[in-house]
T-cell receptor, first 113, second 111 residues
């Protein structure tokens, strides 16, 4: 299975600022995804990170708020822009390894004050 | 919106007992996956079951899938304190597709 790392593991940020979260995979993968888990809630898909093209966003999520980059098959970033306390969540990246199974990174716990 | 509904929302059992949780979903699926999450950390993949499968086992875990009822169950046998976690089901409507998660079941296993 793919080994996934995320940076930072946690951060405390001031409202109005932006944070970029990195996701690194130890092997090339076709599909990478970004999810959000609000406190006490389940996971919600933010977007699919497409290599070489713009990310595909789910309903309720927009590129201006959550810009995503995917420069190659092992790396992606998610930026949370102009943050407010409502953005306090765990952000997780996941990858699909070609066998339908999705593996998740350890998550980034974000607190916005 | 969430595809799956899980019940119970919370489950408290003693070590050695079995824990069963259920997941229902609304649309046709390609596969269903179960995950475990400890204390708000990353998700650990437990089992994937495809739409043409009815039952799968992995160690102390047993998963069933009933596509006619659009439901799945996860059974943990001989539970241990280390099984204390939140368990989520997630459905995919196609291969390599995005997952829709259920609300999760919080399991507490007391020694």
């Amino acid at each position: 299975s793919a080994v996934i790392s995320q940076k930072p593991s946690r951060d405390i940020c001031q409202r109005g600022t932006s944070l970029t979260i990195q996701c690194q995979v130890d092997s090339q993968v076709t599909m990478m995804f970004w999810y959000r888990q609000q406190p006490g809630q389940s996971l919600t898909l933010i977007a699919t990170a497409n290599q070489g093209s713009e990310a595909t966003y789910e309903s309720g999520f927009v590129i201006d708020k959550f810009p995503i980059s995917r420069p190659n098959l092992t790396f992606s970033t998610l930026t949370v822009s102009n943050m407010s306390p409502e953005d306090s969540s765990i952000y997780l990246c996941s990858v699909a390894d070609g066998t339908d199974t999705q593996y998740f990174g350890p998550g980034t716990r974000l607190t916005v004050l | 919106s969430q595809q799956g509904e899980e019940d119970p929302q919370a489950l408290s059992i003693q070590e050695g007992e079995n824990a069963t949780m259920n997941c229902s979903y609304k649309t046709s699926i390609n596969n269903l996956q179960w995950y475990r999450q400890n204390s708000g950390r990353g998700l650990v993949h437990l089992i994937l079951i495809r739409s043409n499968e009815r039952e799968k086992h992995s160690g102390r875990l047993r998963v069933t899938l009933d596509t006619s009822k659009k439901s799945s169950s996860l059974l943990i046998t001989a539970s241990r304190a280390a099984d204390t976690a939140s368990y989520f089901c997630a459905t995919a409507t196609d291969s390599w597709g995005k997952l829709q998660f259920g609300a999760g079941t919080q399991v507490v296993v007391t020694p």
